[in-house]
C-alpha cells in the first residue's frame, strides 16, 4: 500500500467534513417541516437530502479515521470525535433508511443526529485550534479547568528564564501545542517535548535563534500560513516575542537564572510591562505645587527654539526640549532656563553638544526628575557637573563617553529608577557595582537586538 496515497486522501477530511454538517442540517430541518401537512411536500427532496448526509458523514468519517493516524493529536480527544462521528454516520443511515416508514423513530433519529452534529463538531474543533475553541465565554468561565487560566508571571532576576518561556506557552502556544492538540506533531508544554521538535525535526537550536525554527515562524509576517501563533489565535507581544529569542540565543537553559542569563534591566521590564494587566509607568512629575510661567519668559525660549510644554493637563510643571536652539543660543537658552528651574522636571538635551559652563547652568536645575542627554559628547569631568542634582529618577546618557565613574556621580539620586548607558564606556563588569549604588533602578545597556531573519521585516531592539 501506498501509505503517501492514503495519507494524501486523510487530508480532504477538513473539506469533507463540511457536507454532512450542511446536508445534515437541511435534513434535520426538512425533516420536521414535512410532518407538517403544509410541507408535506418536502418528504421527497429529504429523501434525497438524507441519503446525501449519510454517504458525505461516511466518507468524512473515513478520511477523519486516516487522518488520525498520522499522528499529532490527543488520543482522548481523537478517540471521542471519533466515536461520536461514527455513531453520527449510523444515526444517519438509520434516518435515511425509517424516513418513510416510521415517523416516531425517524423524529427520534433526527433529534439525536442534531445532538450528535454539535458534539462532533464541537470536539473536532477543539482538535484542531484548541480545547475550548468553540465554547462561549460565559460558559467558558463557568466550564473552565482548573489552572486552565493562566496568569503571566513577573520576571525577576532570580526567576528561571524557562519559566518564563513556559508561562508564555501556556497562554499563546499550548493550545495548538499541549497535551490537546499538536500541530506538526509539535508539542511545547514541557522541557522533553520542546527538545523532541514536530515532524519537520528539532524546532530549538541552542544559542542560535536565527536558525531555529520555533523564532523563525514566530517572526513570519502574520499573514503567513506557518506564522505563529495563527492570525486568529492571540499574538505574541514584542516583548513576548524578544524574550523567547533571547532565551534561544542565551543557550535554551531549563535550570538558569534570568540573571545567570545575563538577561537586561530593559528587556525585564518591557515584559512585566507589556503582560501586567497594569503597565509599568513612570510619572516623574514632583507632588509640590508651583507657580506657572510668565507667558514672555516661555515666549523668548520659544524664539530661541526650546519646546515648552506642560508635562500633563493643567500641571504647572514644565517638559523642556532643546529641539531648535542653534549652537550660538545655546547659553542664552540655558540662562533663561534657571529663571524656571523649579517648573523644569524634564529635560531633554538629545544631541547637543556640551560645554562646560552649559553644565554649570545645567546643575542649578535641582527639580529635574527626568533627564535626557543622549549624544552630548559628555565625559566623566562634565558629569561631575551633574553632582548637584539629587531628585533624578530618569537619565539617558546613551553615545557618550562616559566610564563608570562618571556615572557614580549621580549617587545622590536615591530615586533613580532608569539609567539608559548603551554606547557608554561602561562595561559589564561595571553593572554589579553601579547596581550596589543604583538600588532601585534599571541599569540598561542596550546592544540587544533580535536577529533579522530572512522573512522578516522588521526588528525590535531594546
Not at 516661555?298 to 527654539?305: I, S
Request: glycine share 8%; proline share 5%; aromatic share 8%.
Amino acid at each position: 500500500m501506498d501509505y503517501g496515497i492514503v495519507s494524501f486522501i486523510g487530508k480532504f477530511h477538513p473539506l469533507l467534513v463540511h457536507l454532512p454538517i450542511g446536508m445534515l442540517i437541511i435534513a434535520i430541518l426538512f425533516g420536521f417541516m414535512s410532518l407538517k401537512e403544509n410541507y408535506s411536500y418536502l418528504k421527497g427532496a429529504n429523501h434525497i437530502v438524507l441519503f446525501l448526509a449519510a454517504v458525505s458523514a461516511t466518507l468524512s468519517a473515513f478520511t477523519g479515521w486516516i487522518l488520525s493516524q498520522s499522528g499529532g493529536y490527543a488520543n482522548e480527544l481523537i478517540d471521542w470525535h471519533q466515536w461520536m462521528g461514527i455513531g453520527l454516520v449510523l444515526i444517519s443511515w438509520v434516518a435515511f433508511f425509517v424516513h418513510s416508514r416510521s415517523e416516531k423513530v425517524f423524529k427520534s433519529a433526527l433529534i439525536v443526529s442534531g445532538l450528535l452534529l454539535v458534539i462532533t463538531g464541537h470536539l473536532g474543533g477543539s482538535i484542531t485550534h484548541g480545547d475550548g475553541f468553540l465554547t462561549p465565554p460565559p460558559l467558558s468561565e463557568w466550564f473552565v479547568k482548573e489552572g486552565a487560566a493562566v496568569p503571566p508571571i513577573v520576571l525577576t532576576k532570580e526567576t528561571l528564564g524557562y519559566e518564563a518561556i513556559a508561562n508564555i506557552v501556556d497562554r499563546k502556544c499550548k493550545s495548538c501545542h499541549g497535551p490537546g492538540s499538536q500541530k506538526g506533531k509539535l508539542r511545547l508544554d514541557s522541557p522533553e517535548e520542546m527538545l523532541k521538535g514536530g515532524k519537520h525535526g528539532e524546532v530549538i537550536v541552542a544559542s542560535l535563534p536565527e536558525e531555529s525554527h520555533l523564532i523563525e515562524n514566530i517572526l513570519l509576517p502574520i499573514d503567513n500560513d506557518d506564522h505563529m501563533p495563527p492570525k486568529e489565535k492571540s499574538q505574541l507581544s514584542k516583548a513576548e516575542v524578544a524574550i523567547l529569542v533571547q532565551w534561544v540565543a542565551t543557550g535554551a537553559s531549563f535550570d538558569k537564572t534570568v540573571e545567570e542569563l545575563a538577561w537586561s534591566d530593559s528587556l525585564i521590564m518591557a515584559y512585566n510591562a507589556a503582560t501586567s494587566n497594569k503597565p509599568a509607568t513612570y510619572a516623574y512629575i514632583p507632588q509640590d505645587k508651583v507657580q506657572h510661567v510668565e507667558a514672555a519668559l516661555v515666549t523668548r525660549l520659544d524664539t530661541l527654539g526650546v519646546s515648552i510644554v506642560p508635562v500633563s493637563d493643567g500641571s504647572n510643571y514644565l517638559n523642556v526640549k532643546f529641539l531648535h536652539v542653534p549652537e550660538h543660543y545655546m547659553t542664552e537658552a540655558f540662562q533663561l532656563l534657571t529663571s524656571i528651574n523649579k517648573q523644569c522636571v524634564w529635560l531633554d538635551l538629545t544631541g547637543k553638544a556640551l560645554e562646560p559652563e552649559h553644565l554649570e547652568y545645567l546643575g542649578k536645575m535641582q527639580n529635574l526628575t527626568k533627564l535626557s542627554l543622549k549624544d552630548c559628547g559628555l565625559n566623566d569631568s562634565l558629569m561631575s557637573k551633574l553632582q548637584p542634582l539629587s531628585r533624578l529618577e530618569y537619565v539617558n546618557l546613551v553615545n557618550n563617553p562616559v566610564t563608570a565613574d562618571g556615572i557614580k556621580t549621580l549617587q545622590g539620586n536615591a530615586g533613580l529608577q532608569q539609567l539608559f548607558l548603551f554606547q557608554t564606556e561602561v562595561q559589564p563588569t561595571d553593572t554589579a557595582a553601579l547596581r550596589g549604588i543604583f538600588e532601585n533602578a534599571s541599569i540598561d545597556l542596550g546592544g540587544y537586538e533580535m536577529p533579522l531573519i530572512e522573512a522578516d521585516t522588521s526588528k525590535i531592539i531594546y
